[in-house]
């Protein structure tokens, strides 16, 4: 299905690169996927990295070639840090249009596409990459704090009025993930819960929703708060018992 049919030779040299690595491979034929002619297909394969045994050394050498474009630094590692798909033309509310037209122009191979307005990454392991080398600090040590404040910026920015759909019930996870115990009690209401439950989001998401709230409320010490969440889960695990006795065909 590419657009520029390979040759045998060609095809010998991307079982060579990809040493028959399923993920190598498959990143490997998403690059020769955007060659509209031979020259580009034939430029992919003399340039492309070989697989050296362990994927992460792949994402290293891709890690170390964005080395000096911070913004990009800063846009991947909150990505990494969302549960949910993202829609790249909604990025430019969060950096400016350069740094988007970046990501999707040479980063776009670690992202599935589902649609154009859907994209999550392709393999958890890129995910976890970034996760890892942007919670490092100036000696290359873990530092938790970098990564709590990854999502404070992600819990404001999922909270924006331009923010995707499937980021609207976000902000409560990036708070409780910041440990903004607080702001996740103050979102973590009897009406947020039911909301999220007439719009028909994911029951297992709600109860995980549920579950940081909970944590927020030992965290505080807050024991009213303790009683008011395990009474809305008891309520929504009701309701969730009743709706999956219902025959939806009949009533259609």
Same mark, same amino acid.
């Given at each position: 299905?590419?657009?520029v049919?390979?040759?045998?030779?060609?095809m010998e @040299? +991307?079982?060579?690169?990809?040493a028959?690595?399923?993920?190598?491979?498959?990143?490997?034929?998403?690059?020769?996927?955007?060659?509209r002619d031979?020259?580009?297909?034939? $430029?992919?394969?003399?340039?492309?990295?070989?697989?050296q045994g362990h994927?992460d050394r792949d994402y290293?050498?891709?890690?170390?070639?964005?080395e000096?474009?911070?913004?990009?630094?800063?846009l991947l590692a909150?990505?990494a840090?969302?549960? +949910?798909?993202?829609d790249?033309?909604?990025? +430019?509310?969060?950096?400016?249009e350069?740094t988007?037209r970046?990501?999707?122009?040479?980063?776009h191979i670690?992202?599935?596409q589902e649609?154009?307005?859907?994209?999550h990454f392709?393999h958890?392991?890129f $995910?976890q990459?970034?996760?890892?080398?942007?919670?490092r600090?100036?000696?290359d040590?873990y530092?938790?704090?970098?990564?709590?404040e990854?999502? $404070?910026q992600l819990a @404001?920015?999922?909270?924006?009025?331009?923010a995707?759909?499937?980021?609207i019930w976000?902000p409560?996870y990036?708070h409780?993930?910041a440990e903004?115990w607080a702001k996740?009690?103050?979102l973590a209401?009897?009406?947020?819960?039911?909301?999220?439950?007439?719009?028909?989001?994911?029951?297992?998401k709600?109860?995980?929703d549920i579950t940081?709230a909970?944590?927020?409320?030992r965290?505080?010490?807050?024991?009213?708060?303790?009683?008011?969440?395990?009474?809305?889960?008891h309520e929504?695990k009701?309701?969730? @018992?009743i709706?999956?006795?219902v025959?939806?065909?009949?009533l259609?």
């Amino acid at each position: 299905s590419l657009p520029v049919p390979l040759t045998a030779e060609q095809m010998e @040299e +991307v079982y060579r690169l990809s040493a028959g690595h399923p993920l190598a491979l498959n990143y490997l034929l998403k690059m020769l996927a955007d060659a509209r002619d031979p020259t580009v297909a034939a $430029r992919i394969l003399v340039t492309a990295n070989p697989y050296q045994g362990h994927i992460d050394r792949d994402y290293e050498i891709y890690w170390q070639g964005i080395e000096q474009n911070r913004p990009l630094k800063e846009l991947l590692a909150q990505l990494a840090r969302l549960r +949910v798909s993202f829609d790249p033309r909604l990025l +430019v509310s969060w950096v400016d249009e350069e740094t988007v037209r970046v990501l999707v122009r040479q980063a776009h191979i670690y992202f599935r596409q589902e649609t154009s307005f859907r994209w999550h990454f392709f393999h958890n392991s890129f $995910r976890q990459f970034l996760i890892d080398r942007t919670s490092r600090d100036l000696l290359d040590e873990y530092d938790a704090s970098l990564n709590r404040e990854y999502h $404070r910026q992600l819990a @404001e920015l999922t909270a924006l009025p331009e923010a995707a759909e499937s980021q609207i019930w976000e902000p409560l996870y990036h708070h409780a993930c910041a440990e903004e115990w607080a702001k996740v009690s103050a979102l973590a209401s009897q009406a947020y819960f039911r909301r999220q439950f007439y719009a028909l989001r994911s029951s297992e998401k709600i109860f995980e929703d549920i579950t940081l709230a909970l944590r927020a409320a030992r965290e505080q010490m807050d024991a009213v708060a303790l009683f008011r969440l395990l009474l809305i889960e008891h309520e929504l695990k009701e309701r969730k @018992e009743i709706l999956e006795q219902v025959d939806i065909l009949k009533l259609v």
